[in-house]
């Protein structure tokens, strides 16, 4: 008998090797829950607490007060999502190793980062992005569009994959109506965003971090126990393929001849090592060095050697992946090849209502059958958690980039509170289109939720990575140049993804019809194509039109990063805060607010109490502060050793698996 609903089905029944549905219906797994979120909430409250979140930089910036450990672990916890867990366990189940090789280029991209794309922003004294390139540029067009880009990104790859995969978790633990426990889910991480703002996500990371990691090595022990050891588990994972095949052609369920290779194939390879060498590190520099979610963590470091410690514990925390990750998803394909590798549509449908293929359910699966009691929900909770670290990273970005970006365009005299509300409504407006948006990602699970995620992203990014790159390393490049790339870049990724997904992007079994000579040039192929072109324009259409002079340009591209004078700003900012336009305001008796007032006031962090004045020489001291990069020598000289050994683990771990 198997109930249905929103294209999951949960089968119970005696059928071989489906699992009925575990409910979590023991003590021990329902305390240690309960426990955990509970853990959760003092931390976000004692965050709360602690920190000042009644100004912007407060809020959004957690007051540049992080020391470098909370960072590197909460970069980390940013990045991995429970769409890792799902997706890289999935993809590495029908694959084999090379989607480790995404997790791992991380190691050489997070040293760019602290080394050459951190020290500029802190000298252009920015906290979004899109400030950076309005700065950099002049003009209101460039900064709006990374917005809306940004925005639109969130939305499709980063909300709606990390929802879908957590769904697949609870369904496959509570078997719950996915849509019930969404909600639930978004309730809680909402609460505690909108509660704590930066500095309780921050806390919560590294809190969450720690028990994803132990939680997932613990898993990883049962998991090779199951099948005795790496020998086996390479011999096995070779044999892999489900019973019921049907007349399908062999290549559809059989595991590929190079799966324990990174690199492979550069024409016939699924994941072609030129487009995982070079087209890759094009999307992790757009996701690792331009993206509001991961830079805003380095923004708020105490400084700059702080920002390169926390990106060298991040890049050896990204080495865990292949381990937590990549190698349980191929042994799940060996415990439950059945229902894993299953490749007859039918089959498939009836184990977790994808007819393209179960891979999704690769870790999941894992987690619900291999686990003992208590363990299995310390893993659910840290799935639930990694979910939640997820969303909340990104509706605090989006809602800093909505009321930076957007939102001072529509009210440039804007007062501070009514900033602080306008974000928090705007995260409220963002959980709607979210949960509006999960049965599109249901209809478009095309067998392996990662390659949907990084399709995406190499369609939609190469132009902006194009943009930032050349904004920093070459002065030279203006505004006309840095649009006219950025647009025409949009189109022609725009171009192949609408295509393809009117054609669907097929399997094994059914592949799409779609022209070859659109779809047939692999993702990663197609973003280093895509980037090309796009520096092309930029580069091409700066050289006709007239350069931007120097005294704009002081401290925001590294030629002249080291320069002290005045910097004229292009345009001036469009929000000034109104909070003292008029002095005479401050003599008026404000009446003492009510009880219920004082509470929410409290409770949304929009504290009654002034920030205290500052005097003119104060501001300019607290300026030099925030756009300080000096570092001590010692220090500086023990983060960049630490840096080449990085490199050097990078080299080794690739050359060894490559």
């Known amino acids: 008998m198997a109930w249905d609903y929103f294209g999951f089905s949960r089968t119970s029944g005696n059928t071989e090797d489906v699992s009925p549905t575990v409910a979590l219906n023991n003590a021990a797994d329902i305390s240690v829950i309960v426990i955990y979120f509970l853990v959760v909430l003092a931390v976000g409250v004692w965050a709360m607490v602690r920190t000042n979140r009644s100004t912007v930089g407060g809020f959004f910036l957690a007051g540049r007060s992080m020391v470098w450990w909370p960072i590197g672990a909460s970069l980390f916890a940013s990045n991995i999502g429970s769409g890792h867990f799902v997706g890289i366990a999935g993809t590495a189940a029908a694959a084999g190793i090379a989607i480790g090789g995404f ?13 050459l794309f951190v020290p500029i922003y802190i000298k252009a004294g920015v906290v979004t992005m899109p400030e950076y390139l309005k700065k950099r540029f002049g003009g209101q067009r460039i900064r709006i569009y990374l917005s809306v880009l940004s925005l639109f990104l969130y939305v499709f790859t980063k909300i709606s994959a990390d929802m879908f995969s957590g769904a697949i978790f609870i369904q496959q633990a509570l078997g719950l109506n996915i849509y019930v426990a969404v909600i639930a889910l978004l309730a809680i991480t909402a609460l505690y965003t909108v509660t704590g703002g930066l500095a309780a996500v921050i806390y919560t990371d590294t809190l969450q971090t720690i028990i994803m990691v ?3 090595f613990i898993l990883m022990g049962f998991a090779f126990n199951e099948v005795g050891g790496y020998e086996n588990f390479q011999e096995r994972y070779m044999t892999a393929i489900p019973s019921i095949t049907a007349n399908i052609s062999a290549k559809c369920y059989q595991p590929r001849s190079d799966a324990f290779h990174i690199f492979r194939d550069p024409i016939t390879g699924d994941l072609p090592w030129p487009g995982l060498v070079f087209g890759l590190t094009i999307q992790a520099t757009w996701y690792w060095c331009t993206d509001q979610v991961i830079v805003q963590r380095c923004l708020s470091a105490k400084n700059l050697s702080h920002v390169k410690g926390g990106c060298i514990l991040c890049g050896y925390l990204k080495l865990l992946p292949m381990f937590l990750m990549v190698f349980p998803g191929m ?3 060996i415990l439950y090849s059945d229902v894993v590798a299953c490749v007859d549509p039918d089959e498939c449908q009836k184990y977790c209502g994808a007819s393209v293929g179960c891979t999704n359910i690769a870790y999941p699966k894992l987690v619900v059958d291999l686990m003992p009691n208590g363990l299995r929900g310390l893993m659910l909770a840290v799935m639930l958690a990694s979910l939640m670290s997820s969303l909340t990273s990104i509706f605090n970005s989006a809602s800093t980039l909505f009321t930076m970006d957007i939102y001072t365009k529509i009210r440039p005299h804007a007062r501070e509170k009514e900033l602080m509300i306008a974000g928090r409504v705007f995260i409220v407006f963002l959980i709607g289109v979210s949960i509006a948006w999960i049965p599109v990602v249901q209809s478009a699970q095309s067998g392996q939720l990662f390659d949907y995620i990084q399709s995406i992203t190499s369609y939609l990014t190469p132009p902006v990575a194009a943009v930032f790159m050349l904004a920093i390393f070459c002065k030279r490049v203006n505004e006309s140049g840095a649009f006219y790339g950025l647009t025409i870049g949009l189109a022609i990724g725009l171009s192949r993804m609408i295509t393809e997904f009117i054609y669907g992007t097929g399997s094994c079994v059914n592949p799409s019809d779609c022209p070859t000579i659109i779809c047939g040039v692999h993702y990663l192929y197609f973003g280093m194509i895509l980037f ?7 580069v091409g259409v700066s050289l006709i039109t007239k350069p931007i ?16 004078e005045e910097r004229v700003d292009i345009e001036p900012d469009d929000w000034v805060n109104d909070d003292d336009s008029n002095e005479l305001e401050i003599e008026e008796h404000e009446e003492e607010p009510g009880f219920f007032k004082k509470a929410l006031m409290c409770f949304c962090g929009l504290e009654q109490k002034k920030a205290p004045k500052l005097s003119k020489e104060e501001e300019a001291e607290l300026k030099r502060q925030l756009t300080d990069t000096s570092e001590k020598p010692l220090w500086r000289n023990i983060v960049n050793v ?10 080794f771990f690739h050359g060894y698996f490559g």
């Not at 090309?532 to 930029?538: D, E, G, H, R």
């Not at 630490?642 to 080299?651: D, F």
């Open 532 to 538: 090309l072109i796009s520096c092309i324009i930029i």
């Open 103 to 115: 997790e791992w280029n991380a190691l050489i991209v997070v040293v760019i980062l602290g080394w």
């Open 331 to 333: 042994i799940s394909r």
């Open 549 to 564: 002079d120097d005294k704009h340009l002081y401290r925001l591209c590294w030629s002249l990063r080291n320069r002290t």
């Open 642 to 651: 630490n840096a080449i050994i990085l490199l050097c683990v990078a080299v």
């Open 214 to 216: 132990i939680g997932s």
